[in-house]
């Protein structure tokens, strides 16, 4: 019988000792180990995952979202509060760096109509490949060394060896419990969302318990539970024939907690449970603070956001001429059906009745939410280690040579490449900053 080849990723049987373990094989990590690598340090990488990168392979679907191509001082503001520390990541990879770090890799891109940014073939496995291969076979450098299923389980000593100060980390992997002596630690572990691909937020107590400072890990990028009048959720009848339909072309308003009120024009989508999608999406930071503090928040839907008030009114203070108001609207008008249908969820039938109030309905549609979709099905995550706890090179200030990078860190940022640039900046700036900690 013919042998299987050995697995292109290796598994570990023997106590291993190297200069840099990397954990987590996600933008963040693969990106400082590409740091590492290039230096010619002897960097390993573990991950608890069959591959690498899984996460990352979902966000290519329906289109690899790389970056994004507005003003890097426009750029900057997505990050909110933390646009100063993100503005320094920024630096040592700016959008641009990550275009020309693509193209390095054989992936060209370009630049689409909302000035975002996407490989030509919309595809984020041929890059991902391209960048394994580099770092199993770089021109200079040093290769990666790859260790999957290898769960990191909490662990992490300090040891003296031959003088040099390091750490005994301890992997469940394939064979048992293994333990890895480095002279730095480098955890880029995810957030808390999507689970099943790996960012499942197990290191939170671990890190608590080292005395890290760490923010609560809250749903971010995720979609809104709807309630409409004391009724949480939409009708039995609107979930079941609207529930995945799209909202195009629509205006969102919604207020953050300083009372201010935000303004967006985009796309959303009818759910099961409320209101999902890009829109909803840019949104959900502020929906997210308000509600916590609140426990709901009111936001408006403009249905048809090219008239006016007015040019609606006097269309539907007009004849219907035997006309059903479903016709009205949608031929009038020109709503769609499941605008209509949010119409008459949301309004009473004496509300439908009087033009006035149907016409500030269409261009200011009020609907309440209530909470956000839990964490595993939000996009991504807000909280984890706090950035004050780290120095300027992502290094734990009370813990040397231990460095934290990627969505572990406390941030967030809206989806339209923001998340996926900041990831990976935030990846360098910790790889330069090992790099440094090991020649101090």
Known sequence: MQQRPLHKFSILSVPLSCSVVVVGGGPAGLMAAEVLSAAGVDVHLFDAMPSVGRKFLLAGIGGLNLTHAEPLTLFQTRFRERAADCGRWLKALSPQDVRDWAAGLGIATFVGTSQRVFPTDMKAAPLLRAWLQRLRHPQGGVPVTFHMRHRW??????????????????????????????????????????????????????????????????????????????RPGWSTWLEQQMAGTPLKGVVLSWPNLQGDTITRKGECVLTRHGLEGSLVYAASADLREVIARDGQVTVHLDLRPDWTLDRVLALLQRPRGGRSLAKVLRGGVGLAPVHVALLHEVLSREELAQPGRLATAIKALPLTLVRPRPLDEAISSAGGVRLEALDDGLMVREWPGVFCAGEMLDWEAPTGGYLLTACLASGRVAGEGVLRYLSA
């Open 153 to 230: 389980d909490g662990r992490c000593h300090p040891q003296e060896d031959a003088g040099a100060p390091g750490h005994r980390l301890c992997f469940q992997g394939p064979q048992g419990e293994q333990w890895v002596h480095t002279r730095a630690v480098l955890l880029a572990l995810g957030g808390g969302s999507w689970a099943r691909l790996g960012s499942d937020g197990a290191w939170q107590p671990w890190l608590a318990a080292r005395g890290l400072g760490l923010s609560p890990l809250r749903p971010a990028n995720c979609g809104f539970d709807v309630a409409v009048g004391s």
